[in-house]
């Protein structure tokens, strides 16, 4: 089963508690205005691999605590995101974030969804609203609301360090993090 990617990095810091693999998927149709991932939208974009390369790749980088998710919209792509979520969960011991442009109250409504909710460990949920912009404990917008999901985090692991910019696998620079503008 493949699953849609916009670009990868094998390490980042500010997506997430510690150091995580950072994953965008591509496909994304909630139409935010003002989004700040306008490229991540189209669902021809990105590339397909095959879940379980990616989560070769994954297994394959030495020190991170975890994966995170983003996009585009992970939600949009449910079979594959819940394969992937569930390679990870039975087979090591890395935590899961995700961020998801749905709100967990449209999300426990899709049987899919939530089969992949029970392998994540923190979720950050909601449309970005540019007028509600702030950057807070890994949220971009005031209305989107942090779920824990199981006991491996609180809001004490979340506090947001920073921006970063880094070289993703293509070579290309990539800034990552939510920005503050
Ligand atoms: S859900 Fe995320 S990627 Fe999709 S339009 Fe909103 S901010 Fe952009």
């Not at 980042?12 to 998927?25: E, M």
């Amino acid at each position: 089963m493949k699953l849609r990617i916009h670009n990868f990095i094998e390490k980042t810091s500010v997506n997430g508690p510690g150091i995580r693999f950072g994953l965008w998927v591509q496909g994304c149709n909630l139409k935010c205005p003002y989004c700040f991932n306008p490229q991540t939208h189209s669902f021809d974009g990105g590339k397909l691999y095959e879940v379980e390369d990616i989560f070769n790749k994954i297994l394959a980088v030495n020190g991170i605590e975890g994966i995170s998710i983003s996009g585009g919209e992970p939600f949009l792509q449910p079979k594959p995101l819940l394969e992937l979520v569930r390679l990870i969960k039975e087979n090591t011991n890395l935590t899961i974030l995700i961020f998801t442009g749905f709100y967990l109250s449209e999300l426990v409504k899709r049987s899919l969804a939530n089969k992949i909710l029970t392998f994540v460990d923190v979720l950050i949920a909601g449309r970005y609203i540019k007028e509600k912009q702030i950057n807070d404990y890994l949220r971009s917008s005031d209305n989107q609301q942090i779920h824990f999901l199981s006991d491996r985090y609180t809001m004490q692991n979340l506090k947001q360090k920073s921006t970063e910019i880094i070289i993703d696998e293509k070579g290309n620079l990539v800034m990552s993090g939510i920005l503050k503008i």
